[in-house]
């Protein structure tokens, strides 16, 4: 796997064909749902069906997105699932408190499983960092904002930009990745996408998931360094390069170890140019 996923595709795990297609569509990251796009009779054949995928090493990384772990469907689906030698990552989806992660790392899943939690509401945005930080297993957080916009009766998108930045100073604070974008829902609104995804990179987003394999080129496009960026990220690193110190460039531009780190962030990224 890239060490900088950008793209992360729901499949629904009743559907077979479908995560196939998305298996070959070019995403970093195939992420097969159990939960809300499962209608609840066709949860034990989801469940099946993706187990089956799993029993052998599917050509990209495979999350499972599982059940509500309060649901009749969360046991079942973590212990179908959680020892597949294909899957790389559980998703646990409407986590409010680290005391579910650690129950999961502890007593539900193979030892050192990684463990990703999906925050979807007011209180699991206020516990952001506890659960960000409760079990070495947890390796990244993520915000669910459907159910959150929901819960909170928000109506305009920007409702919404407070608690996307308490998630992503939480993750970054816990010494996690950058969180992925959640899903932005209209799957033909590409010009929509592109600037919600510009506004989201802004805000400190890695990233997008995705529920259409044509959102995928945008959302990269959206998150990869353009080439000024890369043209000032390569200046800097090479001015570092010469002089390790904090220093000034010719064009006024101040440099230190946070801005060359920043930098070669950029320039990995730019790699998959």
Aim: hydrophobic share 50%; aromatic share 4%; with cysteine.
């Amino acid at each position: 796997m890239t060490a900088f996923p950008l793209t992360w595709l729901y499949a629904p795990g009743d559907r077979p064909p479908v995560v196939a297609k998305a298996l070959a569509s070019g995403a970093d990251i195939v992420v097969v749902d159990l939960e809300d796009a499962v209608a609840p009779d066709r949860k034990a054949y989801a469940r099946a069906a993706t187990a089956e995928l799993l029993a052998e090493l599917p050509p990209v990384p495979v999350h499972v997105r599982v059940n509500a772990l309060d649901s009749p469907w969360a046991g079942q689906d973590i212990a179908a699932v959680a020892p597949a030698p294909g899957l790389c990552a559980l998703r646990l989806p409407k986590i409010t408190s680290p005391a579910e992660v650690v129950r999961i790392a502890q007593h539900a899943v193979p030892a050192g499983l990684p463990l990703y939690a999906l925050l979807e509401t007011a209180l699991g945005v206020e516990q952001a960092y506890a659960v960000a930080t409760a079990h070495p297993s947890l390796r990244g957080i993520a915000l669910g904002e459907a159910d959150l916009r929901a819960d909170l009766d928000v109506r305009h998108d920007a409702g919404l930009d407070w608690s996307r930045s308490r998630v992503i100073v939480a993750a970054r604070a816990a010494g996690l990745p950058p969180p992925a974008q959640s899903v932005h829902p209209d799957v033909h609104d590409l010009e929509g996408l592109a600037a919600s995804c510009g506004h989201g990179r802004a805000l400190g987003f890695l990233g997008r998931a995705a529920i259409h394999p044509r959102q995928l080129p945008v959302i990269e496009r959206a998150f990869l360094p353009t080439e000024e960026e890369i043209e000032q990220a390569e200046t800097i690193v090479k001015a570092a390069a010469a002089d390790p110190g904090a220093q000034a460039l010719p064009d006024g531009r101040f440099i230190d170890t946070a801005v060359v780190t920043a930098a070669q962030r950029t320039l990995s990224l730019a790699r998959r140019r």
